[in-house]
C-alpha cells in the first residue's frame, strides 16, 4: 500500500502564498502521477492539479490557472503546489493522491492513494 502525508497548511490572508507537500511511502512506482483535489465547506471534492512521473505534464483547473504551481521531486517522493495570490474561495482541505497516470485524476474512484487533507484557510 501507498501512505501518503500532506503537510503546510494554515491560516494566510489573500493575496498571500502557501506551499504545500506530499510525502509518498509504501508501493509506490517511478510511473506515478501525483496531484492535488480540495474540498471546501459544504461542496464536494473538486479536481486542482495533476503532475506526470516525470514532471513533464501537469494539468491544472482553470479556478487555479496562472496562481498555482504543481513540482515534484522523485528523489524525495515529494510533490508540492505552490499556491500564489491566494483568496478567500480558496479555502479548503487540499487533500493529495496518487493514480497510475494524469488521465485517472478526472475519475476519483480510479485513483490508488489519498493523503488525509491538510487545511487551508484564508482571510479577506
Known amino acids: 500500500q501507498v501512505q501518503l502525508v500532506e503537510s503546510g497548511g494554515g491560516l494566510v490572508q489573500a493575496g498571500g502564498s502557501l506551499r504545500l507537500s506530499c510525502v509518498a511511502s509504501?508501493?509506490?512506482?517511478?510511473?506515478?502521477?501525483m496531484g492535488w483535489f480540495r474540498q471546501a465547506p459544504g461542496k464536494e471534492r473538486e479536481f486542482v492539479s495533476t503532475?506526470?512521473?516525470?514532471?513533464?505534464?501537469?494539468y491544472y483547473a482553470d479556478s487555479v490557472k496562472g496562481r498555482f504551481y504543481i513540482s515534484r521531486d522523485n528523489a524525495k517522493n515529494t510533490v508540492y503546489l505552490q499556491m500564489n495570490s491566494l483568496k478567500p474561495e480558496d479555502t479548503a482541505v487540499y487533500y493529495c493522491a496518487l493514480g497510475s497516470g494524469t488521465q485517472v485524476f478526472g475519475q476519483q474512484d480510479k485513483l490508488d492513494a489519498w493523503g488525509q487533507g491538510t487545511l487551508v484557510t484564508i482571510s479577506s
Open positions: 503532475i506526470s512521473w516525470n514532471g513533464g505534464v501537469t
Open positions: 509504501g508501493r509506490t512506482t517511478s510511473n506515478d502521477a
